[in-house]
């Protein structure tokens, strides 16, 4: 099954981080990167720009109004995505407990629409 893991961090607490823990996280992402790669469980994932490039877009009787930024006010912004192909949902929890952003934001878990069993 596939899943998502969203995820979301604070930029400000990233920011303040050193150089040294920064290399720490990334060193963190590439190990299980590596081991996901190697397992045949990544999909696939990528960083997301910064909300200051996001514009979100609602039609409302008809005609689309766009305005910058995301969708809601908040510390915490979808900072970007990782696509698994794994067993069960446990699975993809315990991929998302180990994602350095569950430590400093959250890491939201979501199955395919398609790749669940009596789901279309």
Same mark, same amino acid.
């Given at each position: 099954?596939?899943?998502?893991l969203?995820?979301?961090?604070?930029?400000?607490?990233?920011?303040?981080?050193?150089?040294?823990?920064?290399?720490?996280?990334?060193? !963190?992402?590439? !190990?299980? %990167?590596?081991e %996901?790669?190697? !397992?045949?469980? *990544?999909?696939?994932?990528?960083? *997301?720009?910064?909300?200051?490039l996001?514009?979100?877009?609602?039609?409302?009787?008809?005609?689309?109004?766009?305005?910058d930024?995301?969708?809601?006010e908040?510390?915490?912004?979808?900072?970007?995505?990782?696509?698994?192909?794994?067993?069960t949902?446990?699975?993809?929890?315990?991929?998302?407990?180990?994602?350095?952003?569950?430590?400093?934001?959250?890491?939201?878990?979501?199955a395919?629409?398609? !790749?669940?069993?009596?789901?279309?």
């Amino acid at each position: 099954m596939k899943y998502m893991l969203l995820i979301y961090n604070n930029p400000a607490t990233l920011a303040a981080l050193s150089e040294q823990e920064r290399e720490e996280v990334m060193a !963190s992402v590439d !190990s299980i %990167l590596e081991e %996901l790669t190697a !397992s045949g469980e *990544l999909v696939g994932g990528d960083a *997301l720009a910064g909300p200051e490039l996001a514009r979100t877009v609602r039609v409302r009787d008809g005609v689309p109004v766009t305005t910058d930024g995301p969708f809601a006010e908040a510390k915490e912004q979808l900072a970007g995505y990782v696509m698994v192909d794994c067993a069960t949902p446990e699975r993809a929890a315990e991929i998302a407990a180990r994602w350095p952003d569950a430590r400093f934001g959250a890491m939201e878990v979501r199955a395919v629409v398609g !790749s669940v069993e009596g789901e279309r």
